[in-house]
């Protein structure tokens, strides 16, 4: 089983055709998609599933509707699934955005997008994440987080320069220092990181540039629970060019 996530950015755009086919390109069985403005009359959603093959109907292919922003657009998160949906939960209170809760017979999915603004803000969301799944529940049964989390981890290999870099490039949200409160807390409830448990050769997803100056940076991650982290044989990043803002990242499961 193949999962990917991936930030399409601002609903992807006149770019949904080239994200369109290098989603089905990489071949998922779950996806699991961030910003997906505009998307409420469910066409790209229904093209989308039909790529990857999936049915269009609500036990494979579902949008979950964010909390409005003051432009009035939602960033919304879709997941589409080849296995059958059972359940299926949008939190909003909380959240930013929103994050989808999905049963399928053999997992817990979780969509999310964190709040880009500050790591303080991110902490509170992840307190309410880990009220959807708490320690025991991950320590129980198979879930799988997935998503832009907007928050460094401080096992990726970031140069020890690296507030300088952010600096040059005026990205300030992880604070100075850089924090990695959020990944930190993450991981400490229990997920498993899938892209460090199984590393490909790939890590950045999001490549930061400005003024001549760049840094490289995940804001991308597919987490597991302990007992699915057991059932992990590959991870990657998927190159998407100039599809996106974000790369997709990867996760084969056995």
């Known amino acids: 089983m193949r999962a990917l996530t991936l930030n399409v950015l601002d609903g992807g755009g006149d770019r949904f055709d080239a994200l369109r086919a290098l989603v089905a390109a990489a071949g998922p069985d779950l996806v699991v998609l961030q910003e997906c403005v505009g998307w409420e009359d469910g066409v790209r959603l229904g093209a989308l599933a039909a790529a990857i093959g999936v049915p269009t109907d609500e036990r494979h292919a579902v949008l979950g509707l964010a909390n409005l922003r003051p432009s009035g657009s939602r960033f919304n998160i879709a997941v589409l699934s080849r296995a059958p949906l059972l359940r299926v939960a949008v939190h909003t209170t909380g959240f930013r955005h929103c994050v989808v809760e999905a049963e399928t017979a053999s997992m817990v999915v979780l969509g999310a997008h964190l709040v ?139």
């Open 116 to 254: 880009w603004r500050d790591e303080d803000a991110r902490l509170a969301e992840v307190d309410h994440l880990l009220r959807l799944a708490p320690p025991a529940a991950l320590a129980a049964r198979a879930y799988l987080l997935a998503g832009d989390l907007n928050a460094l981890v401080r096992h990726d290999p970031y140069p020890a320069d690296l507030d300088a870099r952010l600096a040059r490039v005026q990205i300030h949200k992880y604070g100075r220092p850089p924090r990695f409160d959020v990944t930190d807390r993450l991981l400490g409830a229990g997920w498993v990181d899938a892209l460090y448990a199984a590393p490909g050769e790939r890590w950045v997803t999001a490549r930061r540039q400005r003024h001549g100056h760049v840094v490289d940076t995940r804001s991308d991650y597919v987490l597991l629970s302990p007992s699915l982290a057991t059932r992990l044989t590959a991870a990657d990043v998927v190159d998407v060019g100039a599809a996106s803002d974000h790369h997709a990242v990867v996760a084969d499961l056995g």
